[in-house]
């Protein structure tokens, strides 16, 4: 089948079985224009949350789907590759989570949404890169808080709010490697340019930023704002609808650090997000697999802080 003969027998399969795509601005650019929604990792689960479909495919990374099936536990969820996992997620495994907790009594867990349903349901509430400071601050100014996994996202909260939350130490391979020579160097050729960072970045990185935010609150600024120059500091798949959204601007990605050789180890692409493909779309939708399933203990657990952060939201 050629590219546009697979867009079609995805449009009408999906249509048949009434199957909704939901995909993460990080995923290929085909998969984001056959998407019936493309969002940040807060929209995806308030769009899964409400959706009449009786399939949700998940075009992002493993916990994204097991979020949808959480949520949604009478419905089938399909991912188009079980090895689209994260990095961040694999920082936090529930086993040590439970032996922090215990050797922290009276602390209250708040857990980044890139974590597993074991991890989740170990948690008072999750939170995304969108609402974590709202939903941080929900919680009274002497509440003991242990925020994980990622130490970026987490010290950027305790630096606005002035908390004192006890940091996980883990981090996204992605965001974790971008090089603050190559961010420097871009901004001294484009002194104009908005500088957009997410807050999975270190601090060094977000200390550039005319803006902190999730890929969709980055996307937002690029779109609201005067300035047609923009440095972007976060996965590279989010041009796609920079420019889609901001045809006559410039964006520059940022790219990652280079090895001691001084090539560039990898460009700024998540590679488990980029495992999703049309051909994966395609298979997913005919056979009904690979489906995500959550242990059905862990997934009431890990439903309440879902639904504490969509209240908050
Ligand atoms: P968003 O909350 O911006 O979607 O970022 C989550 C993320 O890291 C996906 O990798
Ligand atoms: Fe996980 Fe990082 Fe990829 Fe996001 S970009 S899915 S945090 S590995």
């Not at 032996?99 to 349901?121: I, L, R």
Request: glycine content about 4%.
């Amino acid at each position: 089948m050629n590219k546009q003969q697979l867009i079609t027998e995805i449009r009408r399969i999906a249509k048949e079985k009434n199957a909704v795509i939901l995909a993460h601005y990080y995923t290929n650019d085909d998969i984001q224009d056959i998407a019936d929604f493309v969002g940040d990792s807060l929209a995806l689960a308030q769009k899964a949350a409400k959706t009449d479909a009786d399939i949700i495919v998940m075009c992002g990374v493993h916990f994204m789907g097991e979020t949808c099936k959480i949520l949604c536990p009478e419905k089938k969820v399909l991912v188009l590759d079980m090895n689209a996992g994260c990095s961040l997620a694999d920082s936090c495994n529930a086993n040590d989570l439970r032996t922090y907790k215990a050797e922290h009594p009276g602390y209250k867990v708040v857990s980044y949404v890139n974590t597993t349903a074991a991890v989740k349901a170990l948690s008072d509430v999750v939170v995304t890169s969108s609402n974590a400071m709202k939903v941080v601050e929900s919680y009274p100014e002497n509440e003991k808080l242990i925020f994980g996994p990622d130490r970026n996202l987490g010290s950027y909260i305790n630096q606005i709010t002035g908390r004192n939350m006890l940091l996980w130490d883990g981090g996204c391979h992605v965001h974790g490697r971008f090089s603050l020579n190559a961010l420097s160097l871009l901004k001294s050729r484009h002194p104009e340019a908005k500088v957009l960072v997410h807050p999975e970045c270190p601090k060094d990185l977000r200390s550039f930023a005319d803006v902190i935010g999730s890929t969709a609150d980055l996307l937002k600024y690029a779109v609201n704002s005067d300035s047609d120059e923009f440095i972007v500091v976060t996965e590279s798949g989010i041009l796609h609808k920079m420019y889609e959204a901001c045809p006559d601007k410039h964006f520059y990605p940022v790219p990652p650090s280079t090895t001691e050789e001084g090539e560039s180890s990898t460009c700024n692409e998540c590679s488990y997000m980029k495992l999703n493909t049309l051909e994966k779309l395609y298979d997913a939708l005919t056979k009904e697999q690979p489906e995500i399933t959550v242990d059905a203990d862990i997934a009431k657990e890990a439903l309440r802080p879902i639904e504490k952060m969509l209240s908050l939201s």
